[in-house]
């Protein structure tokens, strides 16, 4: 199936339909409103996905449907598998397979989702407002050797040790 330059313009946000799921999902309850939720999900918090200018590129769609797919596909299977206690004297193992509902995005996957918005254009940085300049410790201070506590007194004095001074 080929892969369309970016959504249907005339329907915002729409990344995945019921068509586009596994033929056993197709027909699953709830199926067509899991599919508006997602798009809806990806498009909230992956707002170049349902943008019309410009539209999102053939790699960003496919990459969301194949997002979505896997969300939709988990949301439906809901519920399936097991649950097991066997007990054996004083003791007892429980053993939960079943899957979570809860119609939400992992954050993995609104992270994926966010990361295919990313531009590689101008990002922001961070400046050292408080630049240490090195350790006021003695070099012989235990702090210099990886203990939690000082043993020149600097953190005392807050300016350099008060004890175990060093000659350079």
Same mark, same amino acid.
């Given at each position: 199936m080929p892969i369309p330059a970016g959504p249907d313009p005339t329907v915002a946000g729409q990344i995945i339909t019921v068509p586009d799921l596994p033929a056993s999902l197709q027909s699953a309850e709830l199926i067509a409103v899991m599919v508006a939720g997602a798009n809806a999900k990806a498009a909230r918090v992956a707002p170049c996905l349902a943008s019309t200018d410009p539209l999102p590129?053939?790699?960003?769609v496919a990459e969301a449907k194949l997002i979505l797919l896997g969300a939709v596909k988990r949301w439906a299977e809901a519920g399936a598998g097991a649950f097991q206690q066997q007990t054996a004297g004083?003791?007892?193992?429980?053993t939960d397979t079943r899957q979570r %509902? $809860?119609?939400n995005l992992w954050p993995s996957e609104i992270d994926a989702l966010q990361a295919l918005c990313r531009? %590689? $254009?101008?990002s922001a940085f961070t400046i050292d407002t408080a630049p240490t300049g090195g350790s006021?410790?003695?070099?012989i201070c235990a702090r210099m050797f990886g203990a939690l506590y000082c043993s020149c007194g600097a953190e005392l004095t807050?300016?350099?040790p008060l004890y175990e001074l060093v000659d350079p």
């Open positions: 590129t053939a790699d960003q004083p003791y007892s193992v429980t %509902s $809860g119609f531009t %590689s $254009g101008p006021i410790h003695s070099p807050g300016t350099g």
